[in-house]
């Protein structure tokens, strides 16, 4: 999942905190001894923040025994639009058992790019149903349509 942080320290990273352990008192560097108690306990403490986004989606794929394809399917998460670079919230859902294609995708801001509802057997020209590249010979005898079969899912355009 693809992630981002954000360095909130100072420019010279985060400062340690001296503290009196006997009573709280804040202390310098420079002591070696608590002014207000006298102690020579000291506790230091130094703490930073970061900031990170996480990006999550859920796959979920119901099958039958001796179906090559799984009967419902529904994909729902974070996605980046690859042409853009932004971020999509995606809820899709292919229902093969009863025909539906359900699909809609939203924006970082909420606004709606794209929503599809209609029956899965009218759902042409999209995704795995686009049309076929042309195979053309690659290294030898193997053929390749130039697409990579490991490259993540990827949202239709709107």
């Known amino acids: 999942m693809p992630m981002s942080a954000q360095d909130h320290s100072s ?13 709280g008192a804040p202390l310098s560097p420079a002591h ?17 923040s970061v900031t990170l986004d996480l990006k999550a989606r859920v796959v979920l794929m ?8 799984p009967y419902r399917e ?8 690859q042409k853009t670079g ?5 809820h899709r859902i292919i229902d093969r058992e009863n025909d539906w294609y359900f699909e809609h995708i939203e924006d970082e801001h909420g606004t709606v790019v794209r929503h599809c509802e209609e ?27 130039g697409i990579d ?9 709107p």
């Open 11 to 23: 420019q010279d990273g985060p400062q340690p905190t001296i503290r009196c352990m006997n009573c």
């Open 32 to 48: 070696s001894a608590c002014p207000e108690c006298g102690s020579g306990h000291q506790q230091i403490s130094v703490s930073d």
């Open 62 to 69: 119901q099958w039958k025994p001796g179906r090559d394809k």
């Open 74 to 81: 529904v994909r729902s998460g974070e996605s980046c639009f």
């Open 86 to 90: 932004e971020w999509h919230r995606i």
């Open 119 to 145: 029956p899965l057997t009218q759902h042409r020209g999209h995704g795995s149903a686009k049309k076929k590249l042309p195979q053309v010979a690659d290294r030898g005898d193997q053929l390749s349509t």
């Open 149 to 157: 079969p490991t490259a993540p899912d990827t949202e239709e355009g």
